[in-house]
């Protein structure tokens, strides 16, 4: 059974930074999808960055320009960096491990609150 960890969460002002860790129970050297995800209140879960094994990204276009994604094979990590952020970033974030086969694991989720 795949864990996912997430961390980093918290309240942050407007344009302020976070960073988001997700940490994978198991080597994430082989050939999957890493992604974060988010979901706000009396909204669908939707997809924030996601990265290939080869690194290849992929962004919501709201997050465009803000937010990057990166992995840590070594460490079995993906980030998430978010900058300039904003109220409508609130949201519990959650990882996403998608193996090869197409079966997907998720995390708990974090808390992201953006707010003066």
């Known amino acids: 059974q795949v864990q996912l960890v997430e961390s980093g969460g918290g309240l942050v002002q407007p344009g302020g930074s976070l960073r988001l860790s997700c940490a994978a129970s198991?080597?994430?050297?082989?050939?999957?999808?890493m992604g974060w995800y988010r979901q706000a209140p009396g909204k669908e879960r939707e997809l924030v960055a996601a990265?290939?094994?080869?690194?290849?990204?992929n962004y919501a276009d709201s997050v465009k320009g803000r937010f990057t994604i990166t992995r840590d094979n070594a460490k079995n990590t993906v980030y998430l960096q978010l900058n300039s952020m904003k109220p409508e970033d609130t949201a519990k974030y959650y990882c996403?491990?998608?193996?090869?086969?197409?079966?997907?694991?998720w995390g708990q989720g974090t808390q992201v609150t953006v707010s003066s």
């Open positions: 996403r491990l998608t193996a090869t086969n197409g079966v997907s694991f």
């Open positions: 990265i290939t094994s080869g690194g290849n990204t």
């Open positions: 198991i080597s994430i050297f082989s050939r999957n999808v």
